[in-house]
Structures are given as structure tokens and as C-alpha cells.
């Protein structure tokens, strides 16, 4: 396995099916980086350290990809959102926990897998709408899942696997985003060629025009930022 760094961070460089493999094999933490991500690390220290310490860092967004691209590495990018169910069909029958989204949400995503996956085997299942989170760390631990797929949000849903991590050691766990909101049917996902295209986030932008001011300027000073590191 070859880690590229970007920004400070540093990622894997696994095709999908390799990034698969590893993970099944060596579980713990993985972080879907996205450049959002790579930007929050490089002013939070402790989001950095665990962005270091996770077992796998996949290339989320094309921002990263990109960003890869400029520095010299051809990495294609591993969607988090197609990674994590190809880890439901993996794990189908092992144990497995659904933390994260609105009661609303969870619900419909849980209905929806169940009709996609008939030997999902459930063993927690918790909306991200909690004050206790010591709460949901132990009865998250209690139930023993082989895998946990968080949908908090990012930097909530890193902390909380790696506040998790110590107390499952064996178990696969990653970041899931907005994931359950495609899978619930809420959201819908971009047509197929915005998919092949990397350009997922300027369908969504198409669709939700108030994500403009969080994507502009941030992905443009994102790309300065690569640029500057690479004639540095």
C-alpha cells in the first residue's frame, strides 16, 4: 500500500476493490476524506490526528482526486456513499449498527436495506438526534457490531468512531455523510453521469442552490491552496 499526503494528510491510494479488501481484513477506522475535511484538519489538531490514525483514508470527493492530480497522483476517487454499501453486501448476516440522520430518516433507510439486503442483521440502530453520547458509545459497544456505519455529519461522525474505536477494535467503521438520506429516498442521487463525471456536487448544488456559499469559494481556494503546496 502507497499513502499520498495532501495538505498534511495522508491518503490511500487502493482502487476500490482493493480499498474493499483492506478494510475487511484490518477493520477500525475509515475516514471518506473530502477536500471540506482536509481544509477543517489543517485548523483542528486533534480532527488531524485522527484523520492520521484512521486504518484506511479514501478519497471521497473530486476535490481530492484533483488535488491528488495536481501534486502528480493518479488516484481515482472511492464514493463513500458506494463503498459503505458495498460493506452492507459484505457484511450481510454479521452484525451490524446504523447510528446517525433524523428518527424519520434512519427509519426509512432501515425499511429500504432490509428490502435490499434480506439477511441484514441489525443489532442497533440509533437517530444522530442524541445528547448522551457516552450513552450511545456503550450501548453502540454493548451490542458488538462487526460493522458501524455513522451518518453525524463531519467532524461529528469521525469523533465518534474514534471515541468508539478503542472499545471495538474488530470492528469496520466509517463516516458515512449523507448517506442515509439517499438510501431513505429523501434525497435523491445524481444521474449516473454526474456520478462517472465527479460532479455529484454540482448536481446537488443545481438542486439546493444555498449549498453555492459553502462550495464557492471553498473548492476554488481549495485548488490554490494544492497549487501553492506544489510549487512550494
Known sequence: MERVNLLGADIDTYNFDD??????????QVVTINPEMLEYAQ?????????????LVIPDGIGVQLGLKILGHNVKRIPGIEFAKRMLAEFEGHPVALIGAKPEIIQKTVENLK???????????????????????HETADTKPELVLAALGSPKQEEFIYALKNRLPQTLMIGVGGSFDVWSGVVERAPEIYQKLGLEWLYRTLKEPKRFKRIFPALPLFVLKVLKEKWS
Open 19 to 28: 480499498a474493499v479488501e483492506y478494510a475487511k481484513s484490518k477493520r477500525g
Open 43 to 55: 485548523k483542528n489538531a486533534d480532527f488531524a490526528n485522527i484523520i492520521k490514525n484512521a486504518e
Open 115 to 137: 428490502k435490499e439486503f434480506s439477511k441484514l442483521n441489525l443489532v442497533y440502530v440509533q437517530d444522530g438526534y442524541f445528547a448522551d453520547t457516552e450513552k450511545v458509545l
